[in-house]
Every structure is written in structure tokens, then in C-alpha cells.
């Protein structure tokens, strides 16, 4: 189980941001168990899966993307 909360900050921002905010600290704090794994995950969000596959122009959503691969 994974649970945060989101700062200020983080409420502050879209929630194609903070879609792709919790896709990366969910993996990052499964990353033991997660190692040589392929992982699946669902989202109605289009966008999500626009920049994880392609990258963004916007810098903050670009890192998060490359933070998750």
C-alpha cells in the first residue's frame, strides 16, 4: 500500500501533474519489488499517456515522465 499526501505546491498544479506525480512515487516507492517487472497501470486521463509516451513540452510534466521511465 502507498499513501501521500500532496504539499501545497502540488494541490496548486494541474491534475495531469499530479496523475503522473502519483504514477511516480508509487513506482519509485514499489522499485524493489517492481525490478525486471513490466508494469501496467489504468487512467482515463489521455494526456498521461500522450507524455509518458511522447515526453511534454512543459518542463515540470517532461521530468516526471522521465522520472517514471
Do not use: Y
Not at 37 to 51: E, P, R
Amino acid at each position: 500500500m502507498f499513501h501521500e499526501n500532496c504539499s501545497d505546491f502540488e494541490k496548486a498544479q494541474s491534475s495531469t501533474f499530479r496523475e503522473l506525480l502519483a504514477i511516480s512515487l508509487s513506482v519509485k516507492a514499489f522499485v524493489e519489488s517492481l525490478k525486471a517487472q513490466t508494469v501496467t497501470w489504468f487512467t482515463d486521463n489521455q494526456n498521461i499517456i500522450q507524455i509518458v509516451n511522447s515526453g511534454s513540452k512543459t518542463p515540470a510534466l517532461q521530468e516526471l515522465a522521465m522520472d517514471i521511465h
